[in-house]
């Protein structure tokens, strides 16, 4: 062996030996806190990395890491990861697939300690429209499709995780039949497979996500009825139980006083069976409030405490939750970075002295500040979903103690889909992988190391020069500008995109951390590539604003969408905007929260379209909160002078605004052509991103540029 490592060199060996990436090399040891297929094969890669204390790491996270025994239960640590996943990973069986299986496996393998299988009971699956698309359909009365949740099971416990199922059941929601049936279960009526109910998905109210307190239509029920569910939630949690699940997720969303009826008539019969509910607050909004008045409003905290008291000896651990179904999931429209709404109703509950396990979820992926909630008591546990989709090295970044190579959540919610009237995929904009597995796998190791340029410091560029890096070439990064971040720089400006911000910044860090040389101030020409007899060029120069063919866009007094953001110091009291979609509205409220008088002017039946579940809602909420912005649809704008913008409305009649300042947005125009010009200057050559086929948004920049360094 020695010999052979002699022969062929540190880096060869190590490579042959399975060990080829730049963090393979310096994380081996620490059960691989990288990409498999980069830890694994890649080939060849630089020494860059520090050795990392794992006594140290440790200590980081050593909260979060900590063992928690509920009863006569232990869990691994203090993560539960609720009933969610990414909506379109499961293909048309009735059965749960492959790919869903490798889902919930790898989440137990990626740290959760507790994770909850999102289940609806059915023998027939139906198309459904909107959020209900994504809900995983199984005949679970047949044995076929029982082996498969059984080995999803053993695959979670193989990983020291504990495996829940979600029973939810109540009036008003189609009764499929109480699973078991073929294990000697009796049907109940109005039974539900769990959380995600046709006609009530999880995360949405049904018809109550009420907040604690708060009656809704559903309370009115007779005993007889209450009675039926209760016959339905043990007859499902014995099937559940059987099948060795080890926690059951009860409730009735809604009805405080059948939820912990339910919840005791499963706790007396399966007193070992962890028992978890929701206990929901409502949110309020954060464009009317101070951050100092942020946790002063929404449910009463009052209310959740007596509630959680009520509980005691019924559950086991209370998942705090906003209750609205848009608000429960957190973007950077609704909340504020550093403080998750539903820490405080966690902190009250535990300060009450209640005595029932709390786990707080929505917008919680910052391991720093999860470790605070715990070390300090303001909660027991944390919940997770998004945090491990945007990051499938979440859990062992953790026990490495590098929470600051943790990739942060956009907080876009494609993971619920692009689009409710499909197409039927699924995708994260910071884990280009998430949704196509298949493809993910197909990824082979470099066969030599290479001598990489890239043109363009965007989101492309950056994430393209990460992966091209982390596979073991030398890269360089060639940027024009004085910064780093193309079209993502706005978000050092916007208070809407603080997440957005965080993603950019880590993209800055990692590039640095992996040990791709970066050229500011540098505009790269085709020649000078060439003369650097660079191996392979990937270039991302991007897209420029469209300026619309408006007479009098050209004054001094009218911006771009890209300026808007830099200079709204110097715009005037008024401003209109011509043009809409989510960049112009995020541009409009910039500028309106800045304190000027915004009106959208656009062409369209409505400011951008409301076609993807949860996200526009959240959006045009808390526009609405604004005083001073303002929207006229189907408004096209006829010309721009000094003091007005003129336009013509849905009927056709000419009016105009007051304008001190002009910002217009007709879209973005990618570089093609200035992309092309380099095509020769390296033997390999790649577009990416924006100037390339393949852009148009963070996303689709971002799975550009990782698939495409891939095949350097």
């Given at each position: 062996m020695n010999l052979i490592k002699s022969l062929m060199g540190r880096r060869q060996f190590l490579a042959a030996a399975g060990m080829g990436s730049a963090s393979a090399l310096a994380m081996g040891k620490l059960g691989g806190a990288v990409e498999p297929v980069f830890q694994a094969r890649s080939a060849m890669a630089a020494e860059k990395y520090k050795a990392v204390d794992l006594n140290a790491a440790s200590e980081r996270y050593k909260h979060l890491l900590s063992p928690l025994k509920i009863g006569n239960v232990v869990l691994k640590n203090r993560f539960l990861h609720p009933q969610s996943v990414p909506h379109f990973l499961q293909g048309p069986e009735i059965f749960p697939s492959d790919e869903m299986r490798n889902f919930y496996i790898n989440l137990a393998k990626n740290?959760?300690?507790?994770?909850?299988?999102?289940?609806?009971?059915?023998?027939?699956?139906?198309?459904?429209?909107?959020?209900?698309?994504?809900?995983?359909?199984?005949?679970?009365?047949?044995?076929g499709a029982q082996n498969y949740l059984d080995q999803l099971v053993e695959g979670i416990h193989i990983y020291g995780s504990k495996?829940?199922?979600g029973i939810q059941v109540?009036?008003?929601?189609?009764?499929?039949?109480?699973?078991?049936?073929?294990?000697?279960?009796?049907?109940?009526?109005?039974?539900?497979?769990?959380?995600?109910?046709?006609?009530?998905?999880?995360?949405?109210?049904?018809?109550?996500?009420?907040?604690?307190?708060?009656?809704?239509?559903?309370?009115?029920?007779?005993?007889?009825?209450?009675?039926?569910?209760?016959?339905?939630?043990?007859t499902q949690a014995k099937f559940y139980q059987s099948h060795g699940f080890d926690a059951l997720q009860l409730g009735m969303r809604g009805n405080q006083a059948v939820s912990i009826q339910l919840c005791k008539a499963v706790k007396k019969i399966m007193p070992d069976m962890l028992i978890i509910t929701e206990i929901f607050v409502r949110e309020p909004s954060i464009t009317q409030h101070t951050q100092d008045q942020y946790y002063q409003s929404g449910g009463s905290i009052d209310d959740a405490i007596k509630y959680a008291k009520q509980l005691e000896g019924a559950a086991d651990i209370a998942m705090v939750r906003i209750a609205d179904s848009s608000a429960a999931h957190a973007t950077t429209w609704n909340s504020i970075k550093g403080k998750p709404y539903a820490v405080a109703y966690s902190e009250a509950i535990k300060k009450s002295g209640a005595k029932i396990i709390t786990s707080p979820g929505g917008g919680f992926q910052d391991l720093d500040l999860n470790e605070e909630y715990i070390a300090s008591g303001k909660a027991d546990m944390i919940t997770e979903a998004r945090a491990f989709i945007c990051d499938s090295e979440y859990g062992k970044?953790?026990?490495?103690?590098?929470?600051?190579?943790?990739?942060?959540?956009?907080?876009?919610?494609?993971?619920?889909?692009?689009?409710?009237?499909?197409?039927?995929?699924?995708?994260?904009?910071?884990?280009?992988?998430?949704?196509?597995?298949?493809?993910?796998?197909?990824?082979?190791?470099?066969?030599?190391?290479?001598?990489?340029?890239?043109?363009?410091?965007?989101?492309?560029?950056?994430?393209?020069?990460?992966?091209?890096?982390?596979?073991?070439h030398k890269v360089t990064l060639f940027e024009k500008e004085a910064i780093l971040g193309g079209l993502l720089t706005n978000s050092n400006y916007s208070p809407y995109k603080w997440a957005i911000k965080d993603?950019?910044?880590?993209?800055?860090?990692?590039?640095?951390?992996?040990?791709?040389?970066?050229l500011l101030n540098t505009a790269a020409t085709p020649e000078m590539i060439k003369a650097k007899g660079f191996d392979t060029i990937i270039v991302a120069v991007g897209s420029e604003p469209n300026i619309p063919k408006i007479p009098g866009v050209d004054s001094s007094n009218v911006y771009n969408i890209v300026d808007a953001y830099s200079k709204e110091k110097s715009m005037g009291k008024n401003v209109v905007v011509i043009g809409g979609g989510e960049f112009g509205t995020d541009a409009g409220m910039h500028i309106a929260k800045a304190g000027h008088n915004v009106t959208m002017l656009t062409s369209g039946k409505e400011l951008f379209p409301e076609e993807r579940p949860h996200y526009p809602g959240i959006i045009v909420e808390a526009y609405q909160d604004l005083k001073n912005f303002s929207i006229i649809t189907e408004g096209t704008a006829k010309a721009i002078s000094e003091g007005k913008v003129t336009y013509k409305d849905a009927t056709g009649s000419e009016k105009s605004l007051p304008a001190d300042s002009v910002v217009v947005y007709s879209g973005l125009k990618p570089k093609k052509d200035e992309a092309l010009q380099?095509?020769?200057?390296?033997?390999?050559?790649?577009?990416?991103?924006?100037?390339?086929?393949?852009g148009g948004n963070i996303q689709k920049c971002i799975r550009s540029a990782f698939f495409t360094a891939s095949e350097v």
């Open positions: 740290g959760a300690a507790i994770i909850s299988v999102r289940i609806m009971q059915n023998k027939i699956r139906k198309n459904e429209r909107g959020d209900s698309a994504h809900m995983l359909i199984f005949d679970l009365d047949d044995y495996a829940c199922a109540g009036m008003g929601m189609s009764g499929g039949a109480a699973p078991g049936a073929a294990a000697g279960g009796q049907a109940m009526p109005g039974a539900q497979g769990a959380a995600g109910a046709q006609g009530a998905p999880a995360g949405q109210g049904a018809p109550g996500g009420a907040a604690p307190g708060q009656a809704t239509s559903q309370s009115q029920l007779s005993a007889e009825s209450i009675q039926k569910m209760i016959d339905t939630a043990v970044k953790m026990s490495s103690g590098m929470g600051e190579d943790v990739v942060p959540c956009i907080r876009c919610n494609k993971c619920h889909g692009e689009s409710m009237d499909g197409p039927w995929y699924t995708v994260c904009s910071v884990n280009p992988k998430v949704g196509i597995p298949l493809v993910a796998r197909s990824i082979q190791a470099p066969g030599v190391a290479k001598t990489v340029a890239v043109i363009g410091g965007g989101p492309a560029g950056m994430k393209a020069a990460i992966t091209a890096a982390e596979r073991g993603f950019k910044d880590f993209l800055i860090t990692r590039m640095n951390k992996v040990g791709v040389k970066v380099f095509y020769g200057a390296a033997k390999q050559f790649f577009t990416v991103g924006d100037c390339s086929e393949k």
